[in-house]
């Protein structure tokens, strides 16, 4: 089965060289690429372009729907990672979407990649639910698991799955990223750190925004709180460089 890619414009997928704009490699040139579907639905979700179909009536804050046959490209994983290899970062970043939904064609992607471009690091983005499939395991040197809180409007039946969130507590390659909108989102933060003896130095909070004003109206208090407490913080420097757009 090849790979379900997001698209920039129809017909195009998502595929692109950047800089890592979140998390513990910020800054870091990366080569992205964004997977269709999600299994959660985050009221303030920034690539709904990846999951809200026609038809699906889920609350989303902004109420867009988007044609599947225009948001959706399917590729041979041969033919992803040549596309990865030929453009100039030595790492990779794979998001969506949740990428894990499609771990198993991930794998073969990697391993591909692994013989056409050898030595690439391989990051992940996940909405921590998802357990990632055995082989692709092996190939990844970073996950960013950003577990999604009560205000996402996800159900902690779906959204927080203890068994995982155990797992990746113990993996010394996951770094939590939560997105944070208001103060009271902390106390769900800091239950969920306890509970899972989550270490500060791979707990990062991230102000939740799609424009630039909304992230530092939000980093003033959320960076004060990361100071005080021992977490760290993490700003959304793609947004504050080139808005909120597809491709970058
Ligand atoms: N530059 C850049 N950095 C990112 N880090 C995580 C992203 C994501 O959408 O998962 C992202 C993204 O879309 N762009
Ligand atoms: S988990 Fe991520 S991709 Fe899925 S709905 Fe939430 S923010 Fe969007
Ligand atoms: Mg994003």
Not at 47 to 71: I, S
Not at 203 to 215: K, Q
């Amino acid at each position: 089965m090849p790979l379900t890619l997001a698209t920039t414009t129809p017909g195009e997928p998502e595929i692109f060289a950047s800089l890592q704009g979140e998390g513990p490699s910020l800054g870091r040139p990366s080569t992205f690429v964004r997977l269709s579907r999600c299994n959660l639905a985050c009221e303030w979700c920034d690539t709904a372009y990846t999951w809200r179909f026609t038809g699906d009536n889920r609350f989303h804050r902004d109420a867009m729907a988007f044609e599947r046959r225009e948001n959706q490209v399917v590729m041979e994983e041969a033919e992803l990672a040549a596309r990865i290899a030929a453009l100039e970062p030595d790492r990779l970043v794979i998001t969506g979407g949740e990428p894990l939904l499609q771990g198993a064609a991930l794998a073969r992607m990697v391993t591909a990649l692994n013989t056409a471009r050898p030595g690439m690091h391989v990051e992940m983005e996940t909405n921590s639910t998802v357990a990632p499939h055995p082989a692709l395991d092996l190939l990844v040197h970073q996950y960013n698991v950003s577990p999604k809180l009560a205000h996402s409007g996800n159900p902690a039946s779906l959204a927080l799955l203890p068994e995982r969130l155990a797992a990746w507590a113990a993996d010394g390659r996951a770094f939590f990223k939560f997105v944070i909108a208001e103060e009271a989102d902390l106390a769900e933060v800091m239950a969920l750190k306890d509970a899972y003896a989550i270490p500060g130095n791979r707990l990062f909070l991230m102000p939740e925004g799609r424009s630039s004003d909304v992230i530092r109206r939000r980093s003033e208090w959320l960076a004060d709180f990361c100071a005080a407490n021992g977490l760290r913080f993490t700003d959304r420097l793609h947004i504050h460089l080139w808005g909120d757009t597809r491709g970058t």
